[in-house]
């Protein structure tokens, strides 16, 4: 059975820098669009960063673009979050998501079939 889990989450000061990882298991997971998203209390889940099939493409939300990077190593079946100057702004549980459908990622929610747990990141002012 597929799965993906997340890691790398934590308490940090605003300014401060996380690397979250997102580990497959259960299939290969290197030939698929894989994604960032997160949830803060009372909202919506949003797209935070998409990476495509070969690392060669990535897309950012317009609120961490110079700030996230987004990578994959198809080889461990493993997507990271590098995010760096973070803010109380960024607070939230942070999933990550691999669209079974395509090669080429999507910014939407309903577009990704599997979702790891979630891992908590949280920015003191």
């Known amino acids: 059975q597929a799965q993906l889990e997340e890691s790398g989450g934590g308490l940090v000061q605003a300014g401060g820098s996380l690397r979250l990882s997102c580990a497959g298991s259960?299939?290969?997971?290197?030939?698929?669009?894989m994604g960032w998203f997160r949830q803060a209390p009372g909202k919506e889940r949003e797209f935070v960063a998409a990476?495509?099939?070969?690392?060669?493409?990535?897309f950012y939300a317009d609120s961490v673009k110079g700030r996230f990077t987004i990578s994959r190593l198809n080889a461990v079946d493993t997507i990271y979050l590098q995010m760096n100057s973070l803010r109380p702004e960024d607070t939230a549980v942070y999933y990550c998501?691999?669209?079974?459908?395509?090669?080429?990622?999507?910014?939407?929610?309903?577009?990704?079939?599997?979702w790891g747990q979630g891992t908590q990141v949280t920015v003191s002012a």
């Open positions: 998501a691999a669209d079974f459908k395509s090669s080429v990622p999507w910014r939407r929610v309903d577009a990704y079939d599997l």
């Open positions: 990476v495509d099939w070969s690392g060669g493409s990535t």
């Open positions: 259960g299939r290969t997971f290197s030939s698929y669009a």
